[in-house]
């Protein structure tokens, strides 16, 4: 029995002359996903893209689990083709190609969905078909209409007919690559990674930038980054990670500013290296994983003085989130283990004790000058590390 996956599109359906332009980009993500799997025929027809192996050998478990992660799918299922595009071949293999499903529930229902009108029964006609079938091959169960166990779905399209069972959620969103680019600015803590994650829902194709200070962060600490971003990438796709060189600004930051103001400059210069960095490589946004009054530098007088130092959009995708919605989808996409692994970053050297929450702008930019940074934004630029960041050895 031939099995494929039918990946179902969510609101890509919504868009408009451009639609094309999204399912195109859709399906070159998912090639580009399962490619290492195996070979695949992939069609898109009626809101629904059909993947079929073109070898028996293809494990189509771990092809859906690929599948699941890749954004623009709202629902994914495995589903059954049917020998022959008819009724009699329908019956057949749905209580034969749903057996151990079936077996294992009490109530079930049938939805039949007939795209080829030219096929000679109506929806309802196979609906009620199927399932007198189901019955007879399975006497213990019941149909429960309203809150079936098990929902078994058949659907006649134009070359074939296929059965399946429940449809498994998808990653939902829209296709990364078709929102534009952007540069995550990524520390090795639990909000900034589910902020990328969020962005690349949106179709952001993303770039990461981190700042490091050794001695004061470890090698170890830019290694945790590294192990973020490949969870990030099962879902994003591959990106660059530019590291900073951070130490001389922060050491400079320590002598030559007042101290309550020490987090907002650093904040500040992180967005002006940051936006440099996106320009040169062509991003127009910058992201953060900053929560309104999380902490003393997210208040709204604090983010003001940190977004007057980029001329880019920034995207805060967790402004308006509790810390526990965001652990909650940072356990979804498994980085949590890997953010409270205990090696500290840049953001946390030089604390200040008493960190301002209502600061005033004109006097940090004139805090900021003291510092005469300009040369040291130079040099950091001119000393990135460049690591490629990919999901082969996820």
Not at 25 to 41: D, V
Not at 108 to 116: C, G, H, I, P, Y
């Amino acid at each position: 029995m031939k099995e494929i996956i039918l990946a179902k599109i969510g609101e890509l359906v919504l868009k408009g002359l451009n639609r094309r332009q999204f399912e195109d980009k859709l399906i070159k993500n998912i090639k580009k996903t399962i490619r290492h799997l195996g070979e695949f025929e992939i069609k898109n027809a009626q809101s629904t893209i059909t993947i079929i192996p073109k070898d028996d050998f293809i494990d189509l478990d771990e092809v859906c689990e690929h599948v699941g992660r890749v954004f623009g799918i709202v629902t994914y299922s495995r589903a059954a083709i049917c020998e022959e595009k008819s009724l009699d071949s329908i019956l057949k293999t749905a209580p034969e190609y749903l057996s151990e499903q079936l077996s294992s529930v009490k109530t079930f229902k049938v939805e039949a969905r007939r795209s080829d009108k030219r096929f000679p029964y109506k929806s309802p006609e196979i609906a009620r078909e199927t399932g007198g079938a189901i019955l007879r091959a399975f006497p213990h169960l019941k149909v429960d209409v309203h809150s079936p166990e098990l929902t078994v779905t058949v659907e006649v399209r134009d070359y074939y007919a296929y059965v399946r069972g429940a449809a498994i959620r998808g990653a939902g969103g829209i296709p990364v690559g078709t929102g534009g680019k952007a540069v995550i600015l990524i520390s090795g803590g639990i909000d900034s990674p589910v902020a990328a994650y969020m962005m690349a829902k949106r179709g952001i194709r993303l770039t990461a930038v981190h700042f490091a200070s050794p001695p004061y962060t470890s090698e170890r600490a830019e290694q945790k980054v590294v192990k973020l971003l490949k969870k990030v990438a099962l879902y994003s796709g591959d990106m660059n990670m530019y590291t900073v060189p951070f130490t001389e600004i922060q050491e400079t930051i320590r002598k030559k500013c007042p101290e309550d103001y020490f987090t907002l400059i650093m904040r500040r210069l992180m967005m002006k290296i940051s936006e440099r960095i996106a320009r040169e490589r062509g991003c127009q946004a910058l992201i953060t994983g900053e929560s309104l009054g999380q902490v003393a530098s997210q208040t709204i007088g604090a983010l003001g003085c940190t977004d007057d130092a980029a001329n880019l959009p920034v995207f805060r995708p967790l402004i308006g989130m509790d810390k526990q919605e965001i652990i909650d989808i940072s356990y979804k996409i498994d980085t949590y283990d890997i953010s409270i692994e205990p090696y500290e970053d840049c953001c946390t050297v030089f604390t200040p004790k008493h960190p301002r929450t209502k600061p005033v702008l004109e006097r940090i930019k004139a805090a900021e000058e003291l510092g005469e940074f300009e040369p040291m934004i130079e040099r950091a630029l001119e000393n990135l590390k460049v690591t490629y960041i990919n999901t082969k050895d996820e």
